[in-house]
């Protein structure tokens, strides 16, 4: 933003400064935003949680700490 701001003072242009620090800002989100969409749409129809998709050795860490205080069986 800083950036923008010494352009637009030097040009005296903020709204087309502005307009174009925008856009490049929509720019960098738009894949994130996708990605993001596709993820959820992705797990909604697997039917999966947050804890069904940990990385199994998330899962292996917390399997061995409930064994070690003896609430899962092995």
């Known amino acids: ?34 990605l993001s969409r596709w993820m959820e749409k992705k797990m909604a129809r697997s039917g ?5 998709e940990a990385p199994s050795f ?3 860490r917390r399997n061995h700490t ?3 205080e003896g609430a899962l069986e092995t």
């Open 1 to 34: 933003m800083k950036v923008r701001e010494l352009l637009a003072s030097t040009y005296f242009d903020y709204l087309g400064i502005g307009l174009l620090t925008a856009f490049v800002y929509l720019l960098i989100d738009f894949p994130f935003v996708r």
């Open 48 to 52: 999966a949680t947050i804890q069904n």
């Open 58 to 60: 998330w899962r292996r």
């Open 66 to 68: 409930l064994m070690k």
